[in-house]
């Protein structure tokens, strides 16, 4: 049976928004129609998405999907910004590894430096099991961060409890900030069980 390949682009308000599908040939929809950045690479099997001109509202997750006799997410991409402005930068611990049953608090420290105004604070979670998604997100700059707030270094801590970890809970973590116009991703922390 032939496959239908698709990408859906998901934003931080957990939005999913087609952006291409090849099956026969390629065709891209909504505001990715008709604009020259996007462009696919179906060659010898591929669906590469290449995006040029990367612009602040391509930061984003995007999907492969391959829909046949049944929907496979074959790879999701996070698209984040890289030389952010106003010394915003996020540090999350890489790897956590407990025991199940256990509870454990993931935390992501968020350096502000001089960005000021309206920021948000989301976490996803990307496993080999579904697709990344949205888990939680903290409201605007007039939220408190947890505990472990710095006014000296304009830094703040927001954590993201974990209840009697099980196998389902593993994979990997990412604390992400939209602030000052732009999104930045952090790298992640990997959740494993400990046998």
């Known amino acids: 049976m032939r496959r239908k390949l698709y990408w859906y682009k998901q934003n931080l308000e957990n939005t999913l928004r ?3 599908s090849y099956f026969d040939k390629s065709e891209f929809y909504n505001e990715f129609k008709n604009n020259d950045r996007f462009k696919l690479d179906n060659k010898d099997g591929n669906n590469n ?9 391509d930061s984003a997750v995007y999907h492969c999907i391959c829909v046949g006799h049944h ?5 999701n991409v996070y698209v984040t910004i890289k030389n952010f402005s106003a010394g915003l930068w996020i540090n999350q611990m890489a790897l956590e590894t407990v025991k199940p049953g256990i509870s454990l608090v993931l935390n992501c420290k968020v350096h502000f ?3 000021a105004g309206q920021y948000r ?4 979670k990307q496993s080999e ?7 939680y997100s903290h409201g605007g700059s007039s939220d408190q961060c947890d505990n472990n707030t710095n006014t000296s270094t304009n830094s703040c ?8 970890v099980s196998s389902e809970q593993t994979g990997t973590y990412y604390c992400a900030v939209d602030a000052c ?5 952090g790298n992640g922390t990997r959740v494993n069980m400990k046998s």
Not at 157 to 164: G, M
């Open 71 to 75: 929907i496979h997410f074959l790879m």
């Open 157 to 164: 801590v927001y954590s993201l409890p974990i209840h009697n």
């Open 18 to 20: 087609m952006t291409s």
């Open 49 to 57: 998405l290449e995006i040029t001109n990367v612009q602040i509202s």
């Open 113 to 115: 430096g001089t960005c």
């Open 129 to 135: 099991e579904s697709a990344a998604g949205v888990l």
């Open 121 to 124: 604070v989301h976490w996803f």
């Open 181 to 185: 116009g732009q999104v930045l991703f």
